[in-house]
């Protein structure tokens, strides 16, 4: 009986300890705005919501946080994304341009340019 007790614990225990590299490896290191406005930024990513508004300028390490998991862009604007390349020094387009609501980053640094819809239903 003792030994299934344990068995039980351990079984948790790496289940709950399991879990939080997978959620720090679903993160960025930070999140530049590169906007003139300011934007939404989440410290998890979750579908609804932000924690703070990021101003423009401004890296998610300014608000204290080791990782940041996503941004809320604002009804009626767009965002480019831009991810940092280390190796060549500079800035490189990262695939299409987010819509309004909230949208996961998952990896390096990433820039985000929000900007308003070209018009009301297109980027």
């Given at each position: 009986?003792?030994?299934?007790?344990v068995?039980?614990?351990?079984?948790?225990?790496?289940?709950?300890?399991?879990?939080?590299?997978?959620?720090?490896?679903?993160?960025a290191?930070?999140i530049?705005?590169?906007?003139?406005?300011?934007?939404g930024?989440?410290?998890d990513?979750?579908?609804?919501?932000?924690?703070e508004v990021?101003?423009?300028?401004?890296?998610?390490?300014?608000?204290?946080?080791?990782?940041?998991?996503?941004?809320?862009?604002?009804?009626g604007?767009?965002?480019?994304?831009?991810?940092?390349?280390?190796?060549?020094?500079?800035?490189?387009?990262?695939?299409?341009?987010w819509?309004?609501?909230?949208?996961?980053?998952?990896?390096?640094?990433?820039?985000?340019?929000?900007?308003?819809?070209?018009?009301?239903?297109?980027?």
């Amino acid at each position: 009986m003792r030994k299934l007790i344990v068995a039980a614990l351990l079984a948790v225990t790496a289940a709950l300890t399991g879990a939080a590299p997978a959620q720090a490896a679903s993160t960025a290191k930070a999140i530049l705005n590169g906007s003139s406005v300011g934007i939404g930024v989440l410290y998890d990513y979750r579908s609804s919501g932000y924690d703070e508004v990021l101003p423009s300028g401004a890296y998610t390490t300014s608000l204290g946080w080791p990782h940041a998991g996503g941004v809320y862009i604002g009804s009626g604007y767009c965002a480019q994304r831009w991810t940092w390349n280390e190796s060549q020094g500079k800035w490189i387009r990262a695939g299409s341009d987010w819509t309004a609501g909230n949208h996961a980053v998952t990896s390096g640094i990433v820039k985000i340019v929000a900007y308003r819809m070209r018009s009301s239903t297109a980027c």
